[in-house]
């Protein structure tokens, strides 16, 4: 089956879109319009403009309907405006102007609209939807109040890909659990929330209570890639939004424009299969057998005796193995401690700060953790394997050997320490040990890692941001590539099929019918370079999606070989990402570990 991405395949008949549309471009000879200004929001209170796009810097884009005297009107639109001697109007050619920014104008124009469910807004010359559903509410004296407006933002990039970015409008009455560094709460444009469950801008005269495009800190907003439960919790999914606004824009649309997506036909696909996740966790089983599980109870009351007496039924349960209740973290053993959360200790004497230099520990908060989840207890078993293994630097939750390299493979990653680049490998021998260091940034002495660090250096400014370097026995050099630019399943035929009332869509054959594009590990090639994505495995597929399958590019360095193909197998495994497959070859997550573990015991 096809795999079908965020791509967008488009046809614009823009002669008919010059008959019945005029775009003018407004530019400032300032230094750049602020992304805010007043002056994107001027041109939507206009009920005569269908669109507003802005690009980032110095000029946006309106869109209005043809009329002989567009152009002395859409100067008007300004008059008052502070900045407005700044700014130059110009009317532009339909035929010339970039095909992104022309399909984002008509995207932006479905802000007038009208669902009862699925609301669009086209702000600061962007467009914002949200559902009803997502909306965030609470108390003010004892009065409901909606506290945050959660959106997604519908963009056409320059590469013609749809994105669905999450964004959220935070009410004022919330200013104290924001944080301000660059830019002031002052220069913040503010909405209001209608009636009609739509944002606008907030005017002089307004009294209602105003939002910002600002989320509370330590709070993410999440919305779910995919639910295909009822066609309803579909609706309120990313895909589900996605599926309403191509039919709502090609039904809009359907004399002047059209847009769908595109499809890569050729793919090596690596699925994994209920037999090899049998095989993973006997390997696990087998490695539990080489060393006790002390369960060690921090806490020291009734309540958490009974906790921890939960855990060993477990443990039991799950994977035959017997485990002793403790006080005592020790080093021959793999220590689950049971503590706390942070709430709770307010800053005193919090254990969560105590660090185990030589003793695998995973902690279990008694406040948060499930006592009774499978799933859960097989998280902390994974991550107290890994911890293990770091300690003593051997794989052993995989079969190195079977990958057949003659000598070393090194794996490299940049991190941000208190503002500054660090450089960190994790260098992995045949035989499966490995080490871990860091490399300075140093002209005059040049080693295996140096040439990394350079690569790393020397590419800070580009958009398709490095998420990994490896190099292999032979020193080659493969580096790994964001590249904003994921997998779609077919959405339409989904929601075709869950507005029939048929939600058993993971049956095999259906399965792969309609959800191909975010199944398992699969590698492709477009204009010769080389791509790869990790998705949900196939095999046992839930019905929530939790986040989209991103494209990652794999570049050789000067000369060197492409060999990722064969490091495939790395991201066949769910010991990382407990029942999912791990988005990069899974020494990088060993890597994670080690540094997270070693920055916390110096903080």
């Given at each position: 089956m096809p795999i079908k991405t965020n791509h967008i395949k488009y046809e614009l008949n823009r002669d008919i879109i010059s008959e019945r549309y005029d775009i003018f471009s407004v530019s400032t000879s300032e230094k750049y319009i602020k992304s805010g200004a007043l002056v994107l929001d001027t041109p939507s209170l206009n009920k005569a403009v269908c669109s507003v796009c802005f690009e980032s810097g110095k000029m946006f884009y309106v869109l209005l309907p043809h009329e002989d005297g567009n152009r002395v009107k859409f100067k008007e639109l300004f008059n008052g405006i502070d900045g407005c001697d700044n700014l130059t109007c110009k009317q532009e050619s339909i035929q010339k102007i970039a095909s992104n920014i022309l399909l984002q104008l008509l995207l932006n124009s479905i802000n007038n609209y009208n669902s009862p469910l699925l609301k669009f807004n086209n702000l600061t010359g962007h467009l914002y939807c949200f559902h009803p559903n997502w909306l965030v509410h609470g108390k003010k004296e004892s009065t409901d109040v909606i506290w945050k407006v959660p959106c997604l933002e519908i963009r056409v990039n320059s590469?013609?890909?749809?994105?669905?970015?999450?964004?959220?409008?935070?009410?004022?009455?919330?200013?104290?659990?924001?944080?301000f560094t660059k830019k002031k709460?002052?220069?913040?444009?503010?909405?209001?929330?209608?009636?009609?469950q739509t944002l606008r801008r907030k005017l002089k005269n307004d009294v209602s209570e105003?939002?910002?495009l600002r989320q509370t800190e330590n709070v993410k907003t999440e919305i779910p890639f995919m639910d295909m439960q009822t066609i309803e919790r579909f609706n309120c999914s990313k895909m589900g939004v996605l599926a309403q606004i191509v039919d709502i824009f090609n039904k809009n649309f359907s004399y002047v424009a059209k847009i769908d997506f595109d499809s890569i036909t050729d793919y090596i696909d690596l699925d994994y299969s209920t037999h090899a996740a049998r095989e993973d966790k006997k390997s696990i089983i087998a490695l539990l057998q080489k060393k006790p599980i002390r369960i060690v109870d921090s806490i020291g009351n009734t309540d958490s005796v009974e906790y921890c007496k939960n855990i060993q039924i477990l443990l039991k349960d799950k994977y035959g193995k017997e485990a002793k209740i403790s006080k005592k973290v020790t080093d021959d053993a793999l220590n689950i401690r049971l503590i706390h959360n942070e709430a709770y200790y307010n800053d005193e004497r919090d254990p969560h700060d105590k660090r185990f230099t030589n003793s695998a520990v995973q902690h279990i908060t008694f406040e948060d953790f499930s006592d009774s989840s499978e799933f859960a207890i097989a998280t902390i078993i994974n991550e107290l394997l890994i911890k293990q293994n770091i300690i003593d630097e051997k794989i052993s939750l995989f079969d190195w050997e079977r990958l057949n390299f003659s000598g070393d493979v090194i794996f490299g990653q940049k991190i941000k320490v208190e503002d500054v680049d660090r450089y960190f490998f994790i260098t992995v021998h045949k035989d499966g040990r490995f080490e871990i260091n860091e490399q300075m940034l140093n002209l005059f002495e040049m080693d295996k890692y140096s040439k990394c660090v350079e690569i790393f250096e020397g590419d800070k400014d580009n958009s398709e941001s490095i998420k990994g370097i490896i190099i292999d026995d032979k020193n080659n050099v493969n580096i790994i590539r964001d590249t904003g630019w994921i997998t779609i399943p077919e959405i339409a035929s989904i929601r075709s099929e869950l507005m029939l009332g048929n939600n058993k869509l993971r049956g095999e054959l259906k399965r792969q019918e309609l959800f191909s594009s975010i199944l398992d590990i699969k590698m492709f090639k477009v204009c010769g370079i080389l791509y790869y994505f990790v998705g949900v495995i196939g095999a046992g597929m839930r019905y929530n999606v939790c986040h989209a399958a991103n494209i990652r590019k794999i570049e050789g360095y000067g000369e060197s070989e492409l060999f990722f193909e064969k490091l495939l197998p790395l991201m066949s495994?769910?010991?990382?990402r407990n029942g999912q497959l791990t988005i990069l070859p899974f020494p990088f997550k060993y890597l994670q570990e080690y540094l997270r573990a070693s920055f916390e015991k110096n903080r």
């Open positions: 590469n013609d890909r749809m994105t669905l970015a999450v964004r959220t409008f935070s009410s004022v009455l919330l200013k104290k659990k924001m944080a709460f002052e220069d913040y444009p503010q909405y209001v929330f209608s009636a009609k105003a939002f910002i495994v769910t010991f990382v």
